[in-house]
C-alpha cells in the first residue's frame, strides 16, 4: 500500500465527482448568464475552504473573512481600474488618467500606494500577500496572547467592521460605499463579453482545485494531524513541544490567503468589488456557507456554498425579505441538528447504506467527506 | 562560596519557588533538587500545591518568585514548549490524549522531530518513525491497537498512551501526575512494571496516592503540605516522621 499525500480513495472519487459537475455538467446545462452566476458563487467556495481550513481542522472560528476576500479584491479591482482609467477613456475628467472616483473627490494625481498597481504582477503578489500578512499580524497579535474562542471571533468582526468604514470613509482612495466599478480590461482583454466569462469561469475553477489540493496536503501531512489535535487538547500539543501559536497562525493565514483569491475572482467575473463584501454581514454569511455544507469537509463546503447561494438566489428573487430569516432558520437547524452539516449527514447516514451495498466489495467503508477516515493510520509494512 | 566542596550538579534546581493565587500562596517559599537518574515521589494531602508544582516545572503556571533550574537552564523564563525540548516532559492527571486521532497517529505527533510549521508540512512517516512507534507501543501494551481511534480505549488504556507519548519524547526529567489513578487492580500491577521499566536512565518526579506503589518505586519522598515541604528522605524516613503521621498518613 502505498502512502498518498494528498488524498486517500474515496476522496479522489468525491473529487473527481466535483470536478466532473463543475466542468463538465454545469457549463452544458448551463446559460452563460447563470454560469457567470455559478462563478460568483464559487468565489465564496475559496473562502469557504479556508473556513474548513481554519475552523473545521483548527477550531478558530473567524467571523472576518470577509476582510480577506475583500482585500483580495480590491487589489485586483485596483489593477482592473487602473487599466480601465486610461487617459483616453477618462479624458472628460477634470484630472485625466485617474479613476472616475478620485476625479470626484477632488483628488488630481494617483495616491502613492495606487502605483504599484499597474503591474500586474505585483497584483498578483499583492492578492496573496496583503491578506497573508494583515491575517499574521492579526493572528500573531491574538493567538501569542493566547486568545481565542469567543474573543477571537469577536475581534476579527470588529475588524471588519473597521475595514468597512475605513473603505466607506476614505471614498476619495477608494471609491466608497459604490466600490469599484466599471471594470472592463484585463491586460487588454475584454473580461465583459459571454466568451470571456466562460474563460474565467474555466480558470476560476482550475484555481479552486489547486486550492483543494493544497488544503488535502496540509490535511494529510502532520501538520493537519497536530490542527485536529489542537482544536481537542491545545495544552497536550503545547506540552508536547509545539507552539500552538506559530500553527494557529499558520492556519488563519492559509485561509486569508484562500479568501483573498476568491475575492480576486470575484472581481474578475462579476465585475466591480464594494464594501458590501467586506463587513460583518457577508463574513457571517461565508461562515454559514462552511457550516451547511460541513465545516470539517472540503467538498461538503464547497457543495454548502454552492447551495445556499442557488437558495439565495432563488429565493431571494421571489420572496426578497423572507430570505435573511430563512438564511438564519437554515444556520440555526445546521448547527442545532446536524453539527457536521451535510457532509456529516452523508457520512453518518448515506455512506453506511451504500457501504453497505458493496460489503462483499471491501471490508471498510470509505467515506472521504468527513475528516475521520482521513487518519490513515499505521501503513502497512 | 563553599571551600573545598564542590556542590553536586543537580538536573532539577528548584529554589525558593512561590506562587501566590489573589494571595493565596499555593506554594510557598519551596526548595528540592532531584539527581541524574532519582526516582523522587511527591506526596502529601489534597490542596498541598503537588499539581501546582508541576504546573510551575512545566511552564503551565508562572511562578511569582523563585528559580527552577533544569540542567543550568532557567526554566520560568521558557515558554511550554522550550521547555519540553529542553528535555522535561509531562504527564497530566486526566488522560490526556487526542481523541480524534489513532493511537497511532496520538504517538507520532510526540515524536520528537518537524516540531516546527514547516517541518510538521514536510514531516515523512518514515522507517524510523514507523520503527519507534511500534516500539513504544510494544511497550504500552496498545501493539494490537495501532489503528484504532483513541476514544475508544479504555481509561487504563489511555493513560498507558499518555505515558507512551511521553516516552516518545525522551525527556530527561518525567513528570507523571496520578499514573495509576483510577485504574483496576490488574492494570495497576502492569502499570508500575511499565514505570519501573520506563524509568531507568532519566529522572522521574511523580505525584501518587498509592502508598504501596511509591514505596515500590520511589528512590526519596517529597511531603508537601500547605505549599510547603513538610518532610523530605526515605519512604521509611518519611513514614516516621510525626508530622507526617499527622497531616498525611495517620488517617
Known sequence: ?381 | MLIGHQPKEFLLSVEALTVSFDGFKAVNDLSFYVEENEIRVIIGPNGAGKTTVLDLICGKTKATSGSIQFRGQELTRLKENQIVQAGVGRKFQTPSIYDDLTVFENLEISFPRGRTVFGALTFTRDAVVRDRVHEVAEMIFLKDRLNVNAELLSHGQKQWLEIGMLLIQDPELLMLDEPVAGMSVSERAKTAELLNRIIKDRSVLVIEHDMKFVEDIAHKVTVLHQGQILSEGTMEHVQKDPKVIEVYLGH
Open chain 1, 1 to 381: 500500500m502505498t502512502e498518498n499525500r494528498f488524498v486517500n480513495r474515496s476522496e479522489l472519487i468525491g473529487i473527481l465527482l466535483l470536478a466532473a459537475f463543475l466542468v463538465v455538467i454545469l457549463p452544458l446545462c448551463l446559460d452563460v448568464f447563470r454560469l457567470n452566476l455559478v462563478a460568483k458563487y464559487l468565489t465564496y467556495a475559496f473562502v469557504a475552504l479556508g473556513l474548513v481550513v481554519c475552523w473545521g481542522y483548527c477550531g478558530i472560528l473567524s467571523l472576518g473573512q470577509g476582510v480577506f476576500f475583500g482585500l483580495g479584491g480590491y487589489c485586483m479591482a485596483m489593477f482592473l481600474k487602473l487599466e480601465a482609467s486610461s487617459v483616453e477613456n477618462t479624458k472628460i475628467q477634470s484630472t485625466p488618467g485617474i479613476p472616475d472616483f478620485m476625479d470626484w473627490n477632488q483628488i488630481t494625481a494617483l495616491p502613492a500606494f495606487w502605483q504599484p498597481f499597474h503591474s500586474l504582477t505585483f497584483t498578483v503578489f499583492a492578492i496573496i500577500l496583503v491578506p497573508g500578512l494583515f491575517a499574521f499580524i492579526i493572528g500573531a497579535a491574538m493567538f501569542k496572547r493566547r486568545v481565542g474562542g469567543t474573543y477571537f471571533a469577536i475581534i476579527t468582526q470588529a475588524v471588519a467592521a473597521i475595514l468597512t468604514i475605513l473603505i466607506v470613509g476614505q471614498q476619495g482612495y477608494t471609491g466608497g460605499i459604490n466600490g469599484m466599478t466599471d471594470l472592463r480590461t484585463l491586460k487588454g482583454w475584454d473580461i465583459r463579453p459571454d466568451h470571456a466569462k466562460i474563460v474565467l469561469y474555466f480558470f476560476e475553477v482550475g484555481l479552486l482545485f489547486v486550492c483543494i489540493f493544497i488544503a488535502q496536503f496540509i490535511r494529510h501531512s502532520k501538520l493537519g494531524r497536530i490542527l485536529v489535535a489542537m482544536r481537542e487538547k491545545e495544552d497536550r500539543v503545547r506540552f508536547s513541544g509545539y507552539s500552538v501559536a506559530n500553527f494557529k497562525i499558520f492556519a488563519f493565514c492559509v485561509a486569508a490567503m484562500f479568501a483573498a483569491v476568491g475575492g480576486a475572482m470575484f472581481a474578475l467575473n462579476v465585475g466591480f468589488m464594494s464594501p458590501s463584501f467586506v463587513g460583518i454581514v457577508p463574513s457571517i454569511e461565508m461562515v454559514i456557507y462552511t457550516a451547511v455544507g460541513g465545516r470539517l469537509s472540503i467538498l461538503g463546503a464547497i457543495c454548502g456554498t454552492l447551495l445556499v447561494n442557488f437558495a439565495k438566489t432563488s429565493l431571494s428573487e421571489s420572496f426578497p425579505e423572507l430570505w435573511l430569516f430563512g438564511l438564519g432558520g437554515l444556520f440555526i437547524t445546521v448547527v442545532l441538528a446536524f453539527p457536521n452539516g451535510l457532509a456529516g449527514i452523508w457520512t453518518d447516514y448515506v455512506a453506511p447504506r451504500i457501504a453497505g451495498l458493496f460489503t462483499s466489495r471491501k471490508s471498510k467503508s470509505g467515506d472521504g467527506w468527513a475528516e475521520k477516515p482521513v487518519a490513515d493510520g499505521a501503513p502497512a509494512e
